[in-house]
C-alpha cells in the first residue's frame, strides 16, 4: 500500500484575539487606521486583516486596490466651481461700469451747477441732481430725463420791500446738454418755493403765524400788532388769505380782532395798525432759473409758492 503523500503546508492565517475583532485594523499599504465597520476587505490582497475605507471603495469601484496603492488615489475628484470663469469676469465688469458711470455723474453734476450758478449770477452754487440710469449713455446722447435743479437763501422783491426765499426746487424735463456742460437747456420746468413765517414777519414787520384753513379750505396767516390808546396798551390780531396778483404776493379777505373782545369793539385806530400790516403786495421778482409765479398757498410751515418754466437755457460765459 502506497505510502500517504504529505499535504501541503497550509498558510498560516494571522491570529486574531480572542472575542470581538480590534476596533480599528491596520490596511497593509496605508497609513491610516479605520474602524471596521467603515471598511471593507481590500480586493488587492489575500490578507483578511487588509482594509480599505467603504467609501473609498465605492468611488473607486470596479477597480482594484491593490496593495501600496496611495490613498489620495481613491478621494473624489474635487469638485469645479459653481461659477465660470466668464460669469465672474461679467461681474467685475458691472462692478466697474457702475463705479465709473458713478464717479461721472459726480463731476457732470458739478460742471452743471457752475453753469447754472454763472448764468443766473447766484451767490451760492446750487445743488444739481440727474436722474437715471447709467449716466453715462445720457450724457453721449446729450440729453437727461430729468434734472432737478436746488437753490437756498434767495432774495427777491423791489423797492426796499422784498422777501427772504429758504429754497427753491425745480424740476427740469426735457433736458439737452453740451458735452462738456457748458450750456443746458430745459423744455419745461416745475418748482417750488418755500417762505417761512420768520422771514416773512421780518418783510411784513409783524409776527406772522398760521391762522388755520377759511370756510373754503383756503389756508390763512396771522398778524398780532399792539397799540396804545389813551395811555393803555391794545393787542389785536388780523388774518388774511394769500393770493398772486400780477405776479405779486398779495393778502386779501383781512379779519380783525381785539383780544378779549368782539369784532364790534375793535378800535379803529388799532384796527387801521393791523390792516396796514397786510396793506402792500410783495413783488415776487428775480426769482431764479426764469421761473414764473403759478399759485401760492398757506400752511404750518409758512407760504409754498408754485412756480411753472419752459424754453429754460443757462450758458455759461
Not at 102 to 115: D, F, G, I, M, P
Not at 132 to 139: M, V
Not at 162 to 182: E, F, H, K, P
Not at 270 to 297: E, H, M
Request: hydrophobic fraction near 40%.
Amino acid at each position: 500500500m502506497p505510502a500517504p503523500r504529505p499535504s501541503s503546508p497550509q498558510p498560516a492565517r494571522p491570529s486574531t484575539p480572542a472575542g470581538r475583532r480590534s476596533r480599528a485594523a491596520r490596511c497593509a499599504g496605508r497609513e491610516q487606521l479605520w474602524r471596521p465597520s467603515a471598511s471593507v476587505h481590500c480586493a488587492g490582497c489575500d490578507d483578511r486583516s487588509c482594509r480599505i475605507p467603504r467609501r473609498a471603495a465605492q468611488i473607486s469601484a470596479p477597480r482594484t486596490v491593490r496593495r501600496g496603492t496611495a490613498l489620495s488615489s481613491l478621494r473624489r475628484p474635487a469638485r469645479r466651481s459653481r461659477w465660470p470663469r466668464w460669469v465672474l469676469a461679467v461681474i467685475v465688469l458691472a462692478a466697474v461700469f457702475v463705479g465709473v458711470d458713478r464717479v461721472a455723474l459726480l463731476v457732470a453734476e458739478r460742471a452743471a451747477a457752475n453753469t447754472v450758478q454763472d448764468a443766473q449770477h447766484l451767490d451760492r452754487t446750487p445743488s444739481v441732481s440727474v436722474a437715471g440710469f447709467p449716466f453715462l449713455t445720457q450724457l453721449a446722447a446729450g440729453h437727461f430725463h430729468k434734472l432737478t435743479l436746488a437753490a437756498s437763501d434767495l432774495t427777491v422783491g423791489r423797492d426796499g420791500r422784498t422777501v427772504r426765499i429758504s429754497r427753491v426746487t425745480a424740476n427740469l424735463r426735457g433736458v439737452q446738454v453740451a458735452r462738456d456742460l457748458s450750456s443746458v437747456h430745459a423744455d419745461t420746468a416745475n418748482a417750488t418755493a418755500a417762505v417761512s413765517f420768520s422771514d416773512l414777519s421780518d418783510t411784513l414787520g409783524s409776527p406772522l403765524s398760521y391762522g388755520g384753513p377759511s370756510a373754503d379750505g383756503v389756508g390763512r396767516i396771522t398778524a398780532r400788532r399792539s397799540v396804545s390808546i389813551a395811555g393803555q396798551q391794545i393787542s389785536g390780531a388780523v388774518t388774511a388769505e394769500v393770493k398772486i396778483a400780477n405776479g405779486s404776493l398779495s393778502f386779501v379777505s383781512p379779519q380783525v380782532s381785539v383780544d378779549g373782545a368782539g369784532s364790534a369793539t375793535v378800535p379803529q385806530l388799532l384796527a387801521d395798525a393791523l390792516l396796514s400790516v397786510f396793506g402792500d403786495p410783495i413783488a415776487l421778482t428775480r426769482l431764479p432759473f426764469g421761473l414764473t409765479v403759478r399759485s401760492v398757498t398757506a400752511d404750518q410751515q409758512g407760504v409754498r409758492i408754485t412756480l411753472v418754466g419752459s424754453d429754460l437755457t443757462f450758458q455759461r460765459s
